[in-house]
T-cell receptor, first 111, second 111 residues
Framework: TQLLEQSPQFLSIQEGENLTVYCNSS?????LQWYRQEPGEGPVLLVT?????EVKKLKRLTFQFGDARKDSSLHITAAQPGDTGLYLC???????????FGKGTKLTVNP | DTGVSQDPRHKITKRGQNVTFRCDPI?????LYWYRQTLGQGPEFLTY????????KSRLLSDRFSAERPKGSFSTLEIQRTEQGDSAMYLC?????????FGQGTRLTVV
């Protein structure tokens, strides 16, 4: 079983639409990270959330960490073609340095 | 410094051959990670170095895989007797404390 379940797996929308993607788990985490990965490139960190209930905004992107620190969401307002990519959530566990990633949500924003 | 650099970007090899990949981290970063990513999946942890010491290895890292970071700077990942299942994107990341920066990856195709 996956530690982090991301949904939806695929999302194709038109430019200007809003969307939300989710990252869920049954485990509690001290922090959670969101990355975006473009084809042929490595993941790029967007944000780290650490406090239950925390909301962080990055331009048109809004990230929320669940109150119980088990889940997170990413909301994009007025999506643009440049938002196209694979959105990954990731956590560290139990003092390990390694990141554990979800499978990601592949977002396509059509002009 | 232009970020994490990986070489080569692409490698096609015949089954049974050995391959070696190189990663040059951001110069002041003492932590270096290797991940593997297959189609439709998020990156999976392989191994982690702090300076020259290899501190953590995944069970995914079979005895055909070996990684080194001889002087605490660049790192190499070698795969011996490659198999078709080794086809994947191999990602390197480095960090100094919190945020991990990823390279563009080496895409390996075993034919």
């Amino acid at each position: 079983t996956q530690l982090l379940e991301q949904s939806p797996q695929f999302l194709s929308i038109q430019e200007g639409e809003n969307l939300t993607v989710y990252c869920n788990s049954s485990s509690v985490f001290s922090s959670l990270q969101w990355y975006r990965q473009e084809p042929g490139e490595g993941p790029v960190l967007l944000v780290t959330v650490v406090t239950g209930g925390e909301v962080k905004k990055l331009k048109r992107l809004t990230f929320q960490f669940g109150d119980a620190r088990k889940d997170s969401s990413l909301h994009i307002t007025a999506a643009q073609p440049g938002d196209t990519g694979l959105y990954l959530c990731a956590v560290t566990q139990g003092g390990s340095e390694k990141l554990v990633f979800g499978k990601g949500t592949k977002l396509t924003v059509n002009p | 410094d232009t970020g994490v650099s990986q070489d080569p970007r692409h490698k096609i090899t015949k089954r049974g051959q050995n391959v070696t990949f190189r990663c040059d981290p951001i110069s002041e970063h003492n932590r270096l990670y290797w991940y593997r990513q297959t189609l439709g999946q998020g990156p999976e942890f392989l191994t982690y170095f702090q300076n020259e010491a290899q501190l953590e290895k995944s069970r995914l890292l079979s005895d055909r895989f070996s990684a080194e970071r001889p002087k605490g700077s660049f790192s190499t990942l070698e795969i011996q007797r490659t198999e078709q299942g080794d086809s994947a994107m191999y990602l390197c990341a480095s960090s100094s404390y919190s945020e991990a920066f990823f390279g563009q990856g080496t895409r390996l195709t075993v034919v």
